[in-house]
Each structure stands twice: as C-alpha cells, then as structure tokens.
C-alpha cells in the first residue's frame, strides 16, 4: 500500500514549494527541456538533478552485485544521507531530499557555492536523528515522517474518487515512474536511487564538472530505452534566481521571477482543490435552461454533444498510430 502518501507531479513549481513548506530557503528548481550541459552551466550554481523516467518493468531494475552504470559505493552509505525507499509515491519528495540533506552540513561541502542550503530546523533536526541509522531505517523515518508526508501530499491532485493513499500494489494500472538524484557530493558525482542498495558513483566530479558528466550520465540511460520512448522529465535544482537577480540589480530578471512564483502559488492552489461540484452545478443549470426552452432544445443539444464526442474518439484512435500524445509524467 502507499502507506499516507499520494502521488505527485514532476514540476518546477510543486517542488519549489514543496521544499519552502518545509522550511528551506533560497533554493528552486528549473526544468531543463534539453540535455546539453550549457543549459545546466546556465543555472549555476547548480546543488544537483531529478530525473523522472519510465520504471521497467519487464526487467531486472535493481542490481546486487554492480548496477547498470557506475559503482556501488556502500561505504558512501555511512557518510551521505542515502535511504532506501519503503514506500510507494514517496520517490519524488525523497529524490529532492537526497541532494537536499547532502547540503546541509557546511563544515563538510566541498562544492564552494552549491556546498550548502539552508535547510531550517525542522529538516536539520530529522538529518540530524537519522544520519547516524543505517539506509532502511532512514527510508522508514522518511516514509513516517508526518511533517514530510503532509507538506508532500498537499501538492497532490484532488481527486474525489480515488484514495492513492489505500491502493494496493495489485491496483496498479499503466505505466510506472521513478524519480532519481543525481549531485556532486565531496568531489564524486553520486546517483542517489531509493530503490538500490546503495549509492552509484560515477567518478570524480567536481561542481563545474557536474553539467557535462550528469549529462553523458543520463545520456547514457536513456540510450538503453526505445527510440520511441520520450517520457523523460529533467529538474534541477538550483540556487533561487531572484537572489541573483538581486545581486546584480536586474530588476527584470527580478520581476519575472516574482511573476513566475506567482504563476506556480496559483497552480499549486488549483491542484488542491476538485471541480467536480461545480462542473455538477453548472451542468444542472445548463439542462435546466434546455428543458425550459421547450421543443426540441434539450435533445438537440445531447445529440450535438454526442456527435462532438464521437468525433474526439476517432481522432484520438486516429493519433494511436502515429507520435502519440502528450503524458502527463508523475511519480
């Protein structure tokens, strides 16, 4: 089961706000809409990556012995925050968290201005309680953390006919997806997975390494998928841009900053909410109008819609055979 926690999506704005829920500061994220290391160079500094792709399901995903790419690093285990995920819907928020607390101690970063975040107390304080517990247990504190798993499922959609909280694994229907971490952390570039044992180093990397080999890193993996399959999504997180603004005195990069916060508190609003009883309102009040006209107003107006729907479908059927559509990716 998913044990409390509801399904997210992969956006900027819900993962910005997210980590501001929870008392951390001067960090955003930005999606990256290209795999070129220059888009990444751009955003310096730059704390880390989450990379949502599809889960594989009709092969082996978690390795024992050496995973797919990279090393295991097993004694990384003891010195990183790395928890095993335990529970279903939680990898986005423990993607974020990975690179996050792996940033909080400033007397360890190495990675000059992307060493450090503030993260606040209430994060620092779990840090704190679980950095010394081996990687299950952090994953079990993570999956109970109330303050965590609240802040995480306020982000969730609205829906009044679905608990994803009380769904079982045997319910599952289509496609899955996971979210991965990828950040430099005391000169190694690390992907921080829930799902594997322990965390996979690539080598060396320092912070202005990390754009060009996170990049030939997931290059690489998704070059292991079909050609056919484009169900990526790429965010990085990123210092806040508004503070660089600030430094700079731009104050037009200031202000579509604060218009884009803006955007994304609205959407965020939107999500918490269903329309389902005002879409019944208003479709009580539109046949109440049709049946008052008389005549054939009413029936008129079914068959218009049922013509409308018919024709959507066979478009639809139509699109089956050529690209696709749009998927709206969550994890």
Known sequence: MSG???TIES???VFTDLLTNLG?????????????????????????VIFLFKYPTNEPYRGTDKPLDGTFDYDASERLFFAHQTIQNACGTQALLSVLLNKADP???????AGYIDIGDKLRDFRDFTIALPAEIRGEALSN?????DTHNSFARSSPFIDETQRRPDEEEGDAFHFIAYSPIGGTLYELDGLQPAPISHGACTQEDFPQKVMDVLQRRIARY???EIRFNLLAMIRDLRIRAREFADEELL?????KREAWRFENALRRHNFVGFAGEILKGVVSAKLAAGGSAYDDWVNQGKKKMEKRAAEQRARKGGEGEDVEMQG
């Open 4 to 6: 409390g926690w509801n």
């Open 11 to 13: 956006d900027a704005g």
């Open 24 to 48: 951390v500061k001067g960090v955003q994220f930005e999606e990256l809409l290209s795999l070129e290391p220059d888009a990444l160079a751009q955003l310096h500094p730059v704390y880390g």
């Open 107 to 113: 007397s360890v970063s190495q990675e000059g201005d």
């Open 145 to 149: 953390s109330e303050l965590i798993r």
């Open 226 to 228: 079909d050609a056919s």
């Open 255 to 259: 202000a579509t900053e604060e218009r």
